[in-house]
């Protein structure tokens, strides 16, 4: 009884390992290694812009980065924000905002596609200077965060496990 037992185990095991396969699995792009950096006056322009939807409502962020689009949740009823299309650092993110309980853009937040935090800290502080803080080290989650000043809202680059963004607020 007991081989059986191992036999049908292992057929389990052995079915399951040929079913997987077959599984098609996602293709990873990240940016180009020699993607054309943008000017750092374009990307300091940029990042004012973003700075500067803070506080705004949806009609006065319309006018903003091309316009972009408004974001909804709720299947369609509730507007949270606009989705914008720009280029920052040489890559093509999507700069998106989301709106306070009183209809005002409140964070902007920015999704990066590099991996290295210290790479966007380094390129940040050429254009806005030394950062006013940084996290004591890496966190329990593993993130790392560094702050500037920009427009008078706060900038943070944000890295965690290899993800890195952007948050204005």
């Not at 052995?14 to 990873?28: I, R």
């Not at 935090?117 to 080290?137: F, I, K």
Request: aromatic share 6%.
């Amino acid at each position: 009884m007991k081989r059986e037992l191992a036999y049908l185990a292992l057929i389990i095991l052995a079915v399951c390992l040929m079913a997987s396969c077959g599984v098609e699995t996602a293709e990873v792009s990240l940016p180009p290694e020699s993607a054309a950096p943008s000017e750092p006056d374009d990307d300091l322009a940029l990042l004012r812009d973003c700075a500067a939807l803070i506080g705004m409502d949806d009609a006065e962020s319309a006018g903003m980065l091309d316009g972009g689009e408004q974001n909804y949740a709720a299947g369609g009823e509730i507007l949270i924000g606009r989705v914008y299309s720009a280029e920052l650092f040489g890559e093509e993110v999507a700069p998106s905002t989301s709106y306070g309980p009183d209809g005002l853009v409140d964070g902007v937040s920015i999704y990066l596609s590099g991996t290295d935090a210290a790479a966007y800290a380094e390129r940040l502080s050429a254009l806005l200077g030394e950062p006013e803080g940084q996290s004591g080290g890496v966190s329990e989650g593993g993130g790392v965060w560094t702050e500037w000043r920009i427009e008078g809202a706060r900038l943070r680059l944000h890295g965690s496990l290899g993800l890195c963004s952007l948050e204005i607020s």
